[in-house]
């Protein structure tokens, strides 16, 4: 009999694709991050508990080309800075990705906020403009003029903040308990220049950063890295503090809260 492609994978099937995982090599990615100070009581109200703000009301957009071979990828995200047990780190908001293959693993592995979009990164001389885009509406716009080279940064440590959750099957919550995970990337720099410019928030209803608006710019990068990431449960948290922030992650709550429609398949 042929083959069912459906049918169960072999124990040597799925350990090998499991080794061909653990021996990727480093993927560089091309991206400009833009930093700034916004309203402190807007960065507190988008931070679900147990995160709390951090000692400055930073907002981070990244927005990178990432080098795939056969397979270029989009990816952006729009952060706030929070804090949770003594450790710093970000909060996605939203991560657009230009491929699904790219949402996969980080939504249902570390309950990533990731969604479909566009992403642009336009570099012309000295001349850069980075935008995230959905609906048709480029939702934040980075534009300006390299200045020049920056010094390059350490290897580092960076922390994201993520909330993994499963909607219940009858709309009312969830079927367990949400967690908050620990997501830890390892990133290495090597090339790092300052951008002269601004960032532009446009109104989008389904991605409202421009409620977090940019009240003093504190910078502007454009620059290659590569990173790998390794995520943890910190602990499980109250769903009904975290219910009133899911409609974070969709552009139609409603799918969600009202449970599945009569006669779906």
Sequence with gaps: MARVRYGART????????????????IWSTGVVAVWESDPDAVAAVLP??????????V???????????????????????????????????????????????REVFGEPKKLGEV????????????????RIAFVEVRGTVEGPLPLPEPTQKTDFYFKFLPAVDGAGFDADPVLVHCVRNEKVRKLERIAGEVVLRESAYDPVADLPVRRLVEITIGEKTTDQRGRVAERVSAQALLPYIHQRYDDPQQILDGPPQGSV
């Design 11 to 26: 124990e040597a099937e799925i350990q090998a694709a499991r080794s061909a995982s653990s021996k990727l090599p480093d």
């Design 60 to 106: 981070r957009a990244n927005i990178s080309k990432v080098d795939l071979p056969g397979y270029p990828l989009g990816a952006g995200s729009v952060a706030v800075a929070a804090e949770h047990d003594g450790q710093e780190g970000w909060y996605p908001l939203v991560m657009p990705m230009t491929h699904e293959r790219a949402l996969i693993g980080g």
């Design 49 to 58: 508990p147990p995160l709390k703000p951090a000692e400055r009301p930073l």
């Design 120 to 135: 642009t990164v336009e570099r012309d001389g000295p001349v850069v403009r980075a935008s995230l885009a959905r609906h």
